[in-house]
């Protein structure tokens, strides 16, 4: 199928910078779930979404949902997406750049009036990084018909559980389960991301296609000492919960040290009470493990609990580990892998493959459709941080082969 016409590097970069001003505070791009800046993106995304020549609704669990009708009305469809919040003073690619380019490749399929056999939508999810209340990928979960009621009783920092924010925002809790779409609508998942990390920008290539997600284990972990005085108590007499959770966050570098591909991470430690001259009663802390295999992730994840139940025993510190997620490692469909492929070669671009180490929402799709991803090269590789970057030509280049594999998209024949 002869291309539309060339999807606007301009527009993409443009729009990603308009959302990147929604943010909770100047100067720093910080967008998270059900807050007053997602309400302004998820505006912004629907008229850019109707503009584009779709049909566009915020569904329950506050997903931006755009729709661009096939041939035949009410067809399956190829459904594309990636999310709009994001980290705290983050890049503004990461998430908004897959929105955005699905958005500019409707507009050039509904700007040359091609109509596919099937409908094409676009989602944007509302919160896939999990910062506001730990719990990940909620949209997607949602939309899969997987989401666990239980998070809905999840505090933010300031105490707000998530159903009450939910209803603050006008979505009801009690009808998320209205987002979740049957199977037999949905063809493939399909997800265009920044790469988030060196390897395409190494190897001098602005595209490749994702082979597979690989999963994360995520826990909170709060660590109960004993305040005190900092002039008064002597050493061997204290029971300082930073200096636990010091020993633990070394312990953690330590485990995840040993083994290639593995990688662990503590991103949030807060301390209380946090005065100068007391000693800390109080830490919480999260924690990150990531490996390509499930076992190598579990198994470093149980040694990493084991060895803080033993610092914390050892320190007369009492401790609780809870478990905020568990993300399997995700296969990106070889059937679509290879019709991404295609359609990278089909731009004379050169085939590379790779996994993601990042975490996206088809590791939460893959429940209701195969899952494929591009990646798009980013400058040394850097994410979740505001140096992220891209060229207007590589937004340009990517999206034209996002447009090429949504043009000739052919569904995964259905097994005999
Ligand atoms: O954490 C991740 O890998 C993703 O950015 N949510
Ligand atoms: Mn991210
Ligand atoms: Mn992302």
Same mark, same amino acid.
């Given at each position: 199928?002869?291309?539309?016409?060339?999807?606007?590097?301009?527009?993409?970069?443009?729009?990603?910078?308009?959302?990147?001003?929604?943010?909770?505070? =100047?100067?720093?791009?910080?967008?998270?779930?059900?807050? !007053?800046?997602?309400?302004?993106?998820?505006?912004?995304?629907?008229?850019?979404?109707?503009? /584009?020549?779709? %049909?566009?609704?915020?569904?329950?669990?506050?997903?931006?949902?755009?729709?661009?009708?096939?041939?035949?009305?009410?067809?399956?469809?190829?459904?594309?997406?990636?999310?709009?919040?994001?980290?705290?003073?983050?890049?503004?690619?990461?998430?908004?750049?897959?929105?955005?380019?699905?958005?500019?490749?409707?507009?050039?399929?509904?700007?040359?009036?091609?109509?596919? =056999?099937?409908?094409?939508?676009?989602?944007?999810?509302?919160?896939?990084?999990?910062?506001?209340?730990?719990?990940?990928?909620?949209?997607?979960?949602?939309?899969?018909?997987?989401?666990?009621?239980?998070?809905?009783?999840?505090?933010?920092?300031?105490?707000?559980?998530?159903?009450?924010?939910?209803?603050?925002?006008?979505?009801?809790?009690?009808?998320?389960?209205?987002?979740?779409?049957?199977?037999?609508?949905?063809?493939?998942?399909?997800?265009?991301?920044?790469?988030?990390? =060196?390897?395409?920008?190494?190897?001098?290539?602005?595209?490749?296609?994702?082979?597979? #997600?690989?999963?994360?284990?995520?826990?909170?972990?709060?660590?109960?000492?004993?305040?005190?005085?900092?002039?008064?108590?002597?050493?061997?007499?204290?029971?300082?919960?930073? /200096?636990?959770?010091?020993?633990?966050?070394?312990?953690?570098?330590?485990?995840?040290?040993?083994?290639?591909?593995?990688?662990?991470?503590?991103?949030?430690?807060?301390?209380?009470?946090? /005065?100068?001259?007391?000693?800390?009663?109080? &830490?919480?802390?999260? #924690?990150?493990?990531?490996?390509?295999?499930?076992?190598?992730?579990?198994?470093?994840?149980?040694?990493?609990?084991?060895?803080?139940?033993?610092?914390?025993?050892?320190?007369?510190? !009492?401790?609780?580990?809870?478990?905020?997620? &568990?993300? !399997?490692?995700?296969?990106?469909?070889?059937?679509?892998?290879?019709?991404?492929?295609?359609?990278?070669?089909?731009?004379?671009?050169?085939?590379?493959?790779?996994?993601?180490?990042?975490?996206?929402?088809?590791?939460?799709?893959?429940?209701?459709?195969? &899952?494929?991803?591009?990646?798009?090269?980013?400058?040394?590789?850097?994410?979740?941080?505001?140096?992220? %970057?891209?060229?207007?030509?590589? /937004?340009?280049?990517?999206?034209?082969?996002?447009?090429?594999?949504?043009?000739?998209?052919?569904?995964?024949?259905?097994?005999?």
């Amino acid at each position: 199928m002869t291309p539309v016409g060339l999807p606007s590097g301009t527009r993409i970069v443009e729009r990603c910078d308009a959302l990147a001003r929604l943010s909770e505070a =100047p100067g720093a791009l910080t967008r998270v779930y059900l807050s !007053k800046e997602q309400r302004a993106v998820d505006d912004l995304v629907l008229a850019w979404m109707q503009e /584009a020549g779709m %049909s566009a609704h915020l569904d329950a669990i506050g997903n931006v949902v755009g729709r661009y009708e096939g041939a035949t009305p009410a067809a399956p469809c190829l459904m594309l997406g990636s999310h709009l919040d994001t980290v705290r003073d983050a890049g503004r690619f990461d998430g908004m750049l897959g929105v955005v380019s699905a958005i500019e490749c409707v507009h050039m399929l509904n700007a040359g009036g091609l109509r596919l =056999p099937h409908a094409i939508e676009v989602l944007g999810f509302a919160d896939e990084e999990g910062v506001r209340f730990g719990a990940t990928l909620l949209g997607s979960r949602a939309v899969a018909g997987t989401f666990d009621s239980k998070v809905l009783d999840l505090a933010d920092a300031n105490g707000i559980v998530l159903r009450d924010a939910l209803e603050r925002f006008g979505l009801d809790p009690d009808r998320i389960g209205a987002a979740a779409r049957p199977a037999k609508d949905v063809l493939a998942y399909a997800e265009l991301h920044i790469e988030q990390g =060196p390897v395409l920008e190494a190897a001098g290539l602005p595209v490749g296609v994702v082979t597979a #997600i690989i999963g994360a284990n995520r826990l909170t972990v709060d660590l109960a000492g004993m305040a005190g005085h900092a002039g008064t108590v002597p050493m061997n007499l204290r029971r300082d919960a930073l /200096a636990a959770a010091a020993e633990c966050v070394l312990a953690l570098e330590a485990r995840c040290t040993r083994e290639p591909d593995l990688v662990g991470t503590v991103g949030r430690l807060d301390v209380a009470p946090g /005065a100068i001259n007391v000693i800390p009663g109080h &830490v919480r802390f999260t #924690i990150d493990i990531r490996a390509p295999g499930d076992e190598a992730r579990d198994g470093a994840t149980a040694d990493v609990v084991t060895a803080i139940m033993s610092i914390c025993a050892t320190r007369n510190v !009492k401790v609780d580990i809870r478990p905020m997620h &568990v993300g !399997k490692t995700t296969r990106c469909a070889p059937w679509l892998q290879q019709q991404i492929a295609d359609a990278v070669a089909a731009e004379a671009l050169t085939v590379h493959r790779l996994p993601s180490g990042a975490g996206h929402d088809g590791m939460a799709m893959v429940d209701l459709a195969d &899952v494929g991803m591009l990646f798009v090269r980013c400058k040394g590789g850097i994410s979740h941080n505001p140096l992220e %970057s891209i060229t207007v030509e590589d /937004a340009a280049v990517s999206a034209s082969v996002f447009l090429r594999f949504i043009e000739n998209f052919k569904p995964r024949p259905m097994p005999k």
